[in-house]
Structure formats: structure tokens, C-alpha cells
């Protein structure tokens, strides 16, 4: 049997008896912590002078961000008492505070306290951090101003058996918001080390996604979507829509699986996530091959344990019932969140959203009959397989085909399913075949898959919802 399947047993979880049923319980408050409260505060105040680049520009404010820097440094020698394995990391980003005043408050620089913070070396379920760098915040901003996040790990023991065995990934973080500046009420719900502002670019150790906001959103919108389509819930995934902490821990099995598989696989001989000009929808095709795997893994879970589900422990039958639900998160979140959130300009996560709903109609397993919408469970893990299969032939192809004729191969996987608009250049291959791979990506449409009549009804009926989830976290009542 598969490694995945675990002889051990996941002690129950202690609740208060004041603890909200299905919210995660915080044993001690440090977001009302008069030292964060005062760090919050300053980080705020050095924020509203900061140009997009980081820096103070006008001299006059420079006395105020210096006092406020001594705010944040003196909050931070409080709080390490309470965070003793940051200690290292606090002291060196009180250093990096400093000598950014010392420096008249040019670009900041926070390499040396970057390359301090390691998360990933201490993941336990419930263990808090605060960091505080200037950093853009993906979906959120592009400046780089001074963010502080108050967090804690979400490292249940079933999953720690998960990547200890067939999913390793030692880069991987998932966390919960406790409290946060700004920059991160928002859409953003990631911690990435690369967003921060430095000197030069170290080796990554690190990566970390805010399960929580992705779990809270994932509830006002599918409990929304579904009473929009009339679409009937299986009792497993209404369990998604009841309890956050279980919708925590499925999207941190999904996250997993879906972080460590941009790496592996029959990949481009160029890395897909590499900064690199290509047309958006290459992009769309690499982050839904990576939730098609998770997908697909989760199956693989499903199937093997339900052979013999009479047999299991206690910690198995909870792998066996997130294996489960990671799929529901991932058909649910793909149609209906994903495909109408943003803007129609090179909307990668859209179009990705846009082609599972479609190839999950197209394939017969999705109806939408009499302004409703029903689904075949039965028949969908094998449907989405397929389309898993499709995306990895075109990666297995890749290497053997010049760059634009991958480019084009792939064109043809999406548009095989999705109507192109009907000014593309692609989809009459009005294209410079003669020329370099710019040309191609330079005609590429912003809107170049536009929202079928399906789901040109569902926004102007969801979007407000979906919209209204920016800055949402496990807290923000449903």
C-alpha cells in the first residue's frame, strides 16, 4: 500500500468551551498585545510617507520616521519574549530598521534579516511568528512599503505524515492570519520572500500561504454560487462550507501538492515560473496542471484507502476524508471563484477556471438544465484525470517541439475547449511565423478566451461576493 497510508493516530483536538464551533482557537491574543498594538501603529505612520520603491523622499519626514523606527525596534525586543525562536530574525530586522534610518531612508534593504527568518525549520501546528519587511503583496499592491503580519503555522499531524512520506516539500508553509498592516487587507494570501525588498537575491528556503483567507473566501463564495445555480451540495462538501478549520486543513493538503509540482513532472526545458514574456495562457495551463495533480493525488488517496476503509486507524480515516474534500475545494474553487475574479486583462487563473468548467461540461458530467446546475459526481474524477492527462502529454511534448510551436500546441489544447474571441489572431494563425516569440506574445488578446454566456450571468451575480472577500480571514464572520 501506498506510503501515504499512516499507522498513526491524530490526538483529538482540545477546544474551549468558548471557542466558536468550526473556528480556530487562539491561545494567546498577541494582536492585542500593547506591544503590536504600538508596532502596528508606527508601521502605519512610516507607510503613508513611503514612496512605491520604499523610500522616504521628503526630508521633512524623515524626524517622524525615525521615532517610529524606534517604536517598531522597542516593540520588537518586547515581543521576541514572546516568539524566543524568532529571536534571531527580530533582532536582525530591529538592525535592518535601524540602519535604514542611519541611511536617511533610501530603498530599504532587508536581505540580512530576510535570510534570518526560516519557518520552514519549525513547523508546528499552532507555533506564531511576526515579521515585518518592506515587500510588495501579491494581489494586493505593487509598492513596496512596510508590512507587519502577526501569523501562526497550520501544520496538522496528517499532513506532516503527508510530506514526510509521498509529497515532500520542505519549502512549504502554510499559516493563519492573527492581525496585519495594510498592504494585506486585500486579496493577497501569500508570505513570499521574494517580494521582499533587498540588496540581492538569496537562495529561497521558504514559501507561505495564508490557508485561512483562501478557506474563508472559498466559503462565502461557493455557499453563494451554489444557491445562485441551485446546485445541490454533497453532505461532504457542506462540510467545507460550516467549519473553517477543515477547510483550513484541505486547502493546506491542496496547497502542498499543487506548491511542490511546479517543480516536477515532464516540465518545458524553460521552467514555466520562471519571469519570462509568454502568453498568458501558458501560465494558465501550468497553475492548472498543478491543481490537476493535487486533484488527481487526492483520488489516488481516495481510491486506495477506500479499499480498505474498514481496516483504518484514526489518523488515516482523517487523511482518507481530506483526500476527499480536496477535491470538492478544487472543482468548486477553479468554477466558480476563480473564473470571475479580477479583471479580463491576461487573466491566467480566470481562463484556467473558465476550461475546467467547460471540459467538465463538454465531457457530460456538468449540466446546466432548467437554470440549474448539477454535477455527476460519480463520473468526474475520471473526466478531470483526462484533462490532467492532456496538459502533462503537452509538457512530455515540449522538449521535442521549438518554443512558438509549443506555444501554438497549447493554444490548441485550450481553444479545443473554450471559444476564442473572435478577433484572434491566434485562432487563424494570423501570426509572425517568421519572426521571433515576441511577435506571438504581442498578439495575443488581452480578453483572449472572453466569459461564456454562462458565466457573463454568474458575475454580475457573484462578483459583489467575491469582491466583498478582499482582507477576509478565519475571523471575518461568514
Known sequence: MSQIVSS?????KVVSPNAIVGEPEVVEDLALHPAWLSL???????????????????????????ESVAQITAALLRLSEKLPHDAEYL????????????????VPDFYDSLVAFHPETNRVDGLRHLVVFPMYTQNGSTDRLLEAVLLETIWPEFVAELEASDFSNSLFVPIRFLDFTDGYDTNSAVLFPETVAMREIPTFSWGAIFADREAARFRRV?????????????????????????????FVMWDLIHDRTHMRGDLPFDPFMIRQRMPFFLYSLEELRCDLTAYRESVRIDRALSLVEEKLTDGQRVTLEHARLVQYAIIFDRIFRFAISGTRVRNYDGLGGQLLFAWLHQHDVLHWTDSRLTIDWAEVPDVVIQLSDAINELYWRSIDRPKTAHWL???????????????SKWAVRDLPLDGPPKGFTDAVLDDEFPLSMFYEALSKKLKAVIDSTAGITALTKP
Not at 46 to 59: E, F, K, P, T, Y
Not at 409 to 423: I, N, Q, R, W
Open 8 to 12: 498513526k493516530v491524530v490526538s483529538p
Open 91 to 106: 533582532a536582525a530586522a530591529a538592525r535592518d530598521l535601524e540602519r535604514w534610518a542611519a541611511e536617511d531612508f533610501g
Open 40 to 66: 502596528k501603529a508606527a508601521v502605519a505612520d512610516i507607510r503613508v510617507a513611503q514612496m512605491q520603491d520604499g523610500s522616504l523622499s521628503d526630508v521633512a519626514d524623515r524626524p517622524k520616521a525615525r
Open 222 to 250: 461557493v455557499r453563494a454560487a451554489s444557491e445562485i445555480t441551485k446546485l445541490e451540495l454533497p453532505d461532504a462538501a457542506k462540510r467545507l462550507l460550516d467549519d473553517q478549520s477543515i477547510t483550513e486543513e484541505t
Open 409 to 423: 500546441a497549447a493554444y490548441d489544447l485550450v481553444s479545443g475547449t473554450l471559444t476564442p474571441h473572435p478577433a
